[in-house]
């Protein structure tokens, strides 16, 4: 069963860092793409930033620039989203989401699975 997993979201004070994480079971991750998205109460859910399997040029939300950080480790079929500086406009529920590919891609439509989603809650 191809499945996606997102954890090591939280509870976080402003400032504050987290480090999300990705893990494909099912199949490998090597040839696809990984984005990471977001959905905050009320809003769509929008693009953070997005790899392909080899890495390079890297994409990222304006709103995220400078701030978080995506990298993948394909020997453990997992990809991550390092966050720091964190703001009470990051809270959101995160998802990672997968497509087979050669670029980083920033829009959900592009996208085939997508996992369950973890809280992130920036407050103090």
């Known amino acids: 069963q191809l499945q996606l997993v997102e954890s090591g979201g939280g509870l976080v004070r402003p400032g504050g860092s987290l480090r999300l994480a990705c893990v494909a079971s099912?199949?490998?991750?090597?040839?696809?793409?990984i984005g990471w998205f977001r959905q905050a109460p009320g809003k769509e859910r929008e693009a953070v930033s997005s790899?392909?399997?080899?890495?390079?040029?890297?994409p990222y939300a304006e709103s995220v620039k400078g701030r978080f950080t995506i990298s993948r480790d394909n020997a453990k079929n997992t990809v991550y989203l390092e966050m720091k500086s964190l703001k009470s406009e990051d809270t959101a529920v995160y998802y990672c989401?997968?497509?087979?590919?050669?670029?980083?891609?920033?829009?959900?439509?592009?996208?085939?699975?997508w996992g369950q989603g973890t809280q992130v809650t920036v407050s103090s």
């Open positions: 099912g199949f490998a991750l090597d040839d696809y793409v």
């Open positions: 790899i392909s399997p080899g890495g390079g040029d890297i």
């Open positions: 989401a997968d497509v087979r590919g050669n670029l980083p891609l920033m829009h959900m439509s592009w996208y085939d699975y």
